[in-house]
């Protein structure tokens, strides 16, 4: 197979936020088509019949037939990533040979790891062409954002920290800042956790850049950056770890 082929991905769920993470994470990988998505195992059953899947994202919890139950009814099966927020089916899911398990909340980088598992060996050689390299830190790791009307290259080396404005997120960078539709949350479960930690409901700070901090705050450059209550311990506990 050709490294610029697409593989056409289907995502069965029935929560729309979860779908709305999958959705977003697709638009990310290049290779990677986003034929439709499914609210239950019913319409998942028409869709696969209609399309040639190459790449199902799949929730277990769900009304009428579950995802484990789908995958009993599947002849020939495309390849299956589980999505769910339980993880007492992991012994199950992969007796029936799934290609990986993905606990809710799903980071970026980790489903990405979960797509290169799926995808042809081919597809391992061309890394460089996915949007975020499965490796933390890697400095050659960026994402894609849609701002001023265009596709805006972000390299994760840079971000200083990112804020949250109601339903946009101003990514503040050593090139200067970059404004995208997005919630700060799934933008949250995108970055490695390794790298970039929440800090306040509308802070997310990229543990790296920090100069100083205070109980109360973290200062990155001329920036102040306040930390939220019901992240302090969390956030301190990690400095003091000295991971910033």
Same mark, same amino acid.
């Given at each position: 197979?050709?490294?610029?082929?697409?593989?056409?991905?289907?995502?069965?769920?029935?929560?729309?936020?979860?779908?709305?993470?999958?959705?977003?994470?697709?638009?990310?990988?290049?290779?990677?088509?986003?034929?439709?998505?499914?609210?239950?195992?019913?319409?998942?059953?028409?869709?696969?019949?209609?399309?040639?899947?190459?790449?199902?994202?799949?929730?277990?919890?769900?009304?009428?037939?579950?995802?484990?139950?789908?995958?009993?009814?599947?002849?020939?099966?495309?390849?299956?990533?589980?999505?769910?927020?339980?993880?007492?089916? +992991?012994?199950? *899911? $992969?007796?029936?040979?799934?290609? =990986?398990?993905?606990?809710?909340? /799903?980071?970026?980088?980790?489903? @990405?790891?979960?797509?290169?598992?799926?995808?042809?060996?081919?597809?391992?050689?061309?890394?460089?062409?996915?949007?975020?390299?499965?490796?933390?830190? +890697?400095?050659? *790791? $960026?994402?894609?954002?849609?701002? =001023?009307?265009?596709?805006?290259? /972000?390299?994760?080396?840079?971000? @200083?920290?990112?804020?949250?404005?109601?339903?946009?997120?101003?990514?503040?960078?050593?090139?200067?800042?970059?404004?995208?539709?997005?919630?700060?949350?799934?933008?949250? *479960?995108?970055?490695?956790?390794?790298?970039?930690?929440?800090?306040?409901?509308?802070?997310?700070?990229?543990?790296?850049?920090?100069?100083?901090?205070?109980?109360?705050?973290?200062?990155?450059?001329?920036?102040?950056?306040?930390?939220?209550?019901?992240?302090?311990?969390?956030?301190?506990?990690?400095?003091?770890?000295?991971?910033?």
């Amino acid at each position: 197979m050709q490294p610029n082929k697409k593989y056409n991905c289907l995502i069965v769920d029935d929560e729309p936020p979860a779908r709305e993470v999958l959705r977003r994470y697709i638009s990310q990988v290049p290779m990677l088509n986003l034929i439709g998505e499914c609210g239950n195992a019913v319409q998942a059953i028409s869709m696969l019949k209609q399309h040639h899947i190459h790449l199902l994202f799949l929730d277990i919890q769900m009304p009428q037939i579950t995802g484990l139950d789908l995958i009993g009814t599947l002849v020939d099966a495309p390849k299956i990533v589980l999505t769910t927020a339980f993880e007492q089916y +992991a012994v199950k *899911a $992969f007796e029936l040979d799934v290609t =990986d398990y993905l606990v809710k909340p /799903v980071r970026f980088d980790r489903f @990405l790891k979960a797509v290169m598992k799926a995808l042809p060996e081919q597809y391992a050689r061309y890394d460089d062409q996915s949007p975020f390299n499965a490796q933390d830190g +890697a400095d050659h *790791a $960026f994402l894609y954002f849609r701002a =001023d009307r265009k596709m805006v290259k /972000v390299m994760l080396n840079e971000i @200083l920290h990112i804020e949250s404005l109601k339903d946009y997120v101003k990514i503040n960078t050593t090139r200067g800042p970059v404004i995208t539709k997005y919630a700060i949350t799934s933008l949250e *479960a995108m970055l490695p956790s390794s790298s970039f930690i929440r800090v306040h409901r509308s802070y997310l700070i990229a543990l790296d850049k920090i100069d100083s901090y205070t109980q109360d705050e973290i200062n990155i450059g001329i920036d102040v950056i306040p930390i939220g209550k019901i992240y302090r311990m969390q956030v301190l506990n990690i400095l003091a770890q000295g991971k910033g």
